[in-house]
């Protein structure tokens, strides 16, 4: 199972001062160039969905294994906040920053800018995020709708059961009307 291969959900964010990150012909090069890199030399496994930021610019969402470089970015997710905010921040507005999530830069990323966040918790929720990304708008900026690499297990476990789909708890269903699919999301006890 890769579940446990991946330790950072990661965003790459392409800096259009160095690269024209609008076109996917400019960018696709350096993001191959820099996943070969961290694949061959640090072992890296790693999913990565791009997509068109509101400007147009092309970044990346996705998870990484831990054979990656990190530092403290200097600033912490606190709960029920959408966006990191700096410690000094925190403590200005009274929350426990031992509380709050650390959010690390990925210095090894040079096309841009980067954050990670350590992966915790349920499983389920963190696949589901994931498919969140890779079905919000069914683009295949690069010709695919994610990119995949490392050493990572592609067979997905199969289990099969004996299920009414009618009367079956459902976690979370999605409609993804462009490719005239809806996925339902079944948690199991193993």
């Not at 031992?98 to 915790?120: F, I, R």
């Not at 995949?148 to 079956?168: C, H, M, S, W």
């Amino acid at each position: 199972m890769n579940e446990s291969s991946f330790k950072y959900f990661v965003t790459l964010t392409i800096d259009p001062d160095k690269v024209n990150s609008k076109d996917p012909r400019e960018v696709i090069p350096l993001l191959r160039s820099f996943l070969k890199n961290m694949t061959s030399r640090y072992g890296l496994k790693y999913i990565l969905i791009p997509e068109h930021h509101k400007s147009g610019g092309i970044h990346l969402h996705g998870l990484f294994s831990d054979s990656i470089e990190l530092v403290d970015s200097g600033t912490r997710k606190a709960k029920g906040y959408e966006k990191p905010m700096k410690i000094e921040t925190l403590k200005r507005k009274g929350i426990n920053v031992d509380e709050c999530q650390m959010v690390y830069n990925l210095p090894q990323w040079k096309h841009g800018w980067s954050t990670a966040y350590e992966v915790y918790g349920n499983v389920n929720g963190v696949a589901s995020y994931i498919t969140k990304y890779i079905t919000k708008d069914l683009a295949k900026i690069f010709g695919n709708f994610y990119y995949a690499g490392g050493n990572i297990t592609r067979e997905v476990p199969k289990e099969l059961t004996d299920t009414d789909f009618q009367t079956a708890d459902f976690d979370k269903e999605y409609e993804i009307a462009k490719a005239f699919l809806k996925l339902k999301y079944l948690t199991t006890d193993v």
